[in-house]
């Protein structure tokens, strides 16, 4: 069965960190339509002074994050001792668990383009130590023919795996999809999955049975079913398609930490008082 259309969403302009600008598409208000996926900011600028101020030191616990950078530069650096840079292509997959500090800082490039996506993760596992790693462009496969180039970050599509390592329990699928005009994008899904997908250049129709073009910087939820289909008409288009298993379980959310309950919230809060927040 095609899967329909639950609810349009838009990229709202927001800020965050020490004064990035960006598009917040969904997030705490939204809680838990999108489980297992808290958030997804979108970033697309060619101004530096809009974002070069970055994501300075900040303590994470309970999600992981995923940033995937089409165009730009990050350097970052976490409590682990790990520090890089990702660029064009490449994507930084963490898991903050029971506890990190790190900090995302952008370089000037001719356009910051790109999305960090918050998952949540189920209760057994928010304590878990943490994990990070960087996924360089080389390691993303792509499927391309004459119609569609889709970038696999995490999942499979016609026979290619995605490499991104997190997520497990969520059965994650993130696919960056470039398709041309006049064509259709066809994916089987798990029914009982949640999915969205974002448009971050052009517009197409995400629900082929209404004929409804929609535009960037424009996303769809969609509701249940086992086939996605995702057509273009005149003009090109470019979206990211995210799916993952619900989790289904109490959400506590207090700005970077995300729990189950208000007292592992405070519990959290209270150890970064008296630093002990980061478990050895």
């Known amino acids: 069965m095609d899967r329909k259309i639950k609810k349009y969403f838009i990229g709202r302009p927001s ?3 020490a004064g990035v600008k960006l598009y917040r598409t969904f997030g705490y208000y939204e809680i838990p339509e999108y489980d297992p996926f808290l958030m997804m900011d979108f970033f697309d600028s060619t101004n530096p002074d809009e974002y070069i101020k970055g994501f300075p030191w ?11 950078l089409i165009s730009g530069r990050i350097e970052h650096q976490d409590s682990l001792g790990n520090k890089g840079v990702i660029g064009d292509g490449d994507c930084q997959w963490m898991t903050a668990g029971s506890g990190i500090l790190h900090q995302e800082m952008p370089k000037a490039s ?3 383009l790109g999305v ?4 949540n993760l189920h209760k057994k596992d928010k304590m878990t ?7 360089t462009k080389d390691m993303i496969p792509v499927y391309r ?3 569609e180039a889709v970038h696999i970050i995490a999942g499979s599509y016609k026979g290619l795996i995605g490499p991104m390592e997190g997520g497990k329990e969520i059965e994650p699928t993130f696919f960056d999809v470039e398709l041309n005009p006049n064509e259709e994008f066809v994916f089987n899904i798990d029914s009982s999955f949640n999915a969205y997908a974002f448009l971050i250049e052009g517009e197409a129709n995400f629900d082929v049975e209404e004929e409804k073009i929609i535009s960037y910087p424009n996303g769809v939820l969609y509701e249940d079913g086992d086939t996605i289909r ?4 005149d003009k090109a288009a470019r979206f990211l398609l995210l799916a993952g298993k619900k989790i289904n379980e109490p959400v506590a959310w207090g700005g970077p930490i995300v729990m189950n309950t208000k007292e592992e919230l405070s519990l959290a809060f209270k150890e970064l008082d008296e ?3 980061i478990k050895k």
């Open 15 to 17: 800020q965050d960190g």
């Open 58 to 68: 900040h303590p994470h616990r309970g999600i992981e994050t995923v940033t995937y």
């Open 110 to 112: 001719s356009r910051m």
């Open 116 to 119: 960090q996506i918050w998952l």
């Open 129 to 135: 130590s943490p994990k990070y790693g960087d996924i």
């Open 145 to 147: 023919d004459d119609k």
């Open 230 to 233: 995702i057509n273009t008409k």
């Open 275 to 277: 630093g002990t927040f």
